[in-house]
Structure formats: structure tokens, C-alpha cells
């Protein structure tokens, strides 16, 4: 049972313009939300996080916005540069438990 | 110092042979981590080390082997491994147990790209 599903496998965008990248998940006892970022033969690098006490954490051009009533969180990129291209994975956690992360959403920034 | 260290970063073996993967941090992070990831798929946890002491291990096959020195060295030791054991092996490391959240951010090593033949 995936926990944590990421439903867009890849998303396509034009230099400049937002990303947004969705992640939802089921269990309700997820209260910490991360996004990771992948490049190809490279550990993924953390990138920003939202605790489930906040519905929205910003950092630079990362915005992370988190609706608990929906189980749902999304990732925003503005603007979208061609550096992005990675693949990007959300996870979540339960206090004192583990990082369960979705299946990840190629992103492709067309320049 | 902000990063995890992995070595080897590549590694072919046998599946009689036995090998060890490599992982260091210095930033004093007190949780290390080992995942498995195979292509296509999210990182899997297999070990959380924490206080160097084994606090969670994903059912994995004993021939699967972790062991922690010190708190700013983690090891995976190999025998006897499957050619479907082929996979990156990522270390993660993180500030520990303390506060809500367990797992805090995790900072990833780069992997070893282990091939089993």
C-alpha cells in the first residue's frame, strides 16, 4: 500500500514559468513533509520541508504548501530554470518513525 | 562540513564475494541511514542507526550487515549477495530522535552503485 503517492510520473515546463509538483498522501499520522530533488548518479538533496502545523514554508523560489484536510501537499518553482530538470520526490514521516518517500515526478525546464 | 561521504562509488562483485560499503559524516548528526534504490523506484529504507545503536531495521535479508563504529562512520557489510541486490545504496544522516519529527531533514550521500554478477 503506497502511502505517499506522487500520481504525475514526469512534468514538462518552460524556462521561467512555475512548476508545481503534487504529492498526496493516506496516512493520517504524517505530521513532517520534505522534498527532495534528484540528478541522475547522485543522492537526493533536500530541498525544502513543512511541518503539519504550517499550511505553507517558503524558501527562495520553493514554495511548499501542505492541506491536511485533503492529504495533500504540492511543491511550487517559480521562476522555473533549466538547473531544475531533476527528479523530484516528496516524503513524510510520523514522530519517531521513518521517511516514506512517493515515486518521484521527472521535471523537465525547457529553456 | 556539510556532507555525507559514500565510498566506494562503484562497486561490481561476486555472489560469494564479501564487501563493505563505506559511509562518513561529520556535521554531528546522531541518526544514520542505509537505502536501497533500484531505477525508477523511491529511496527504501533498510537500517536507521541512532545514538549508534541499530534502532530500525526493514526486515532485510542478513546477508545485509550494518554496523556503526562511531557516530560519524556507518557500514554495510556484504556476503552471498543476489544479482537482484543490484542497486544505489544511499546513506543518509540526520541531526537525530529529538523534537516531533524523527527523521528531521536527511542529508544524502551520493550513493554506491553496487552491481552483483
Known amino acids: 500500500d503506497q502511502q505517499v503517492k506522487q500520481n504525475s510520473p514526469s512534468l514538462s515546463v518552460q524556462e521561467g514559468r512555475i512548476s508545481i509538483l503534487n504529492c498526496d498522501y493516506t496516512n493520517s499520522m504524517f505530521d513532517y513533509f520534505l522534498w527532495y530533488k534528484k540528478y541522475p548518479a547522485e543522492g537526493p538533496t533536500f530541498l525544502i520541508s513543512i511541518s503539519s502545523i504550517k499550511d505553507k514554508n517558503e524558501d527562495g523560489r520553493f514554495t511548499v504548501f501542505l492541506n491536511k484536510s485533503a492529504k495533500h501537499l504540492s511543491l511550487h518553482i517559480v521562476p522555473s530554470q533549466p538547473g531544475d530538470s531533476a527528479v523530484y520526490f516528496c516524503a513524510a514521516s510520523a514522530a519517531g518513525n521513518k521517511l516514506t518517500f512517493g515515486g518521484g515526478t521527472r521535471v523537465l525546464v525547457k529553456p | ?117
Not at chain 2, 536501497?36 to 550487515?65: D, G, T
Not at chain 2, 554496523?67 to 549477495?81: G, K, M, Q
Open chain 2, 1 to 117: 562540513d556539510t556532507e555525507v561521504t559514500q565510498t566506494p562509488k562503484h562497486l561490481v562483485m561476486g555472489m560469494t564475494n564479501k564487501k563493505s560499503l563505506k559511509c562518513e559524516q561529520h556535521m554531528g548528526h546522531r541518526a544514520m541511514y542505509w537505502y536501497k534504490q533500484k531505477a525508477k523506484k523511491p529511496p527504501e529504507l533498510m537500517f536507521v542507526y541512532s545514538y549508534e545503536k541499530l534502532s530500525i531495521n526493514e526486515s532485510v535479508p542478513s546477508r545485509f550487515s550494518p554496523e556503526c563504529p562511531n557516530s560519524s562512520l556507518l557500514n554495510l557489510h556484504l556476503h552471498a549477495l543476489q544479482p537482484e541486490d543490484s542497486a544505489l545504496y544511499l546513506c543518509a544522516s540526520s541531526f537525530g530522535t529529538s523534537g516531533r519529527s524523527f527523521s528531521n531533514e536527511q542529508f544524502f550521500g551520493p550513493g554506491t552503485r553496487l552491481t552483483v554478477l
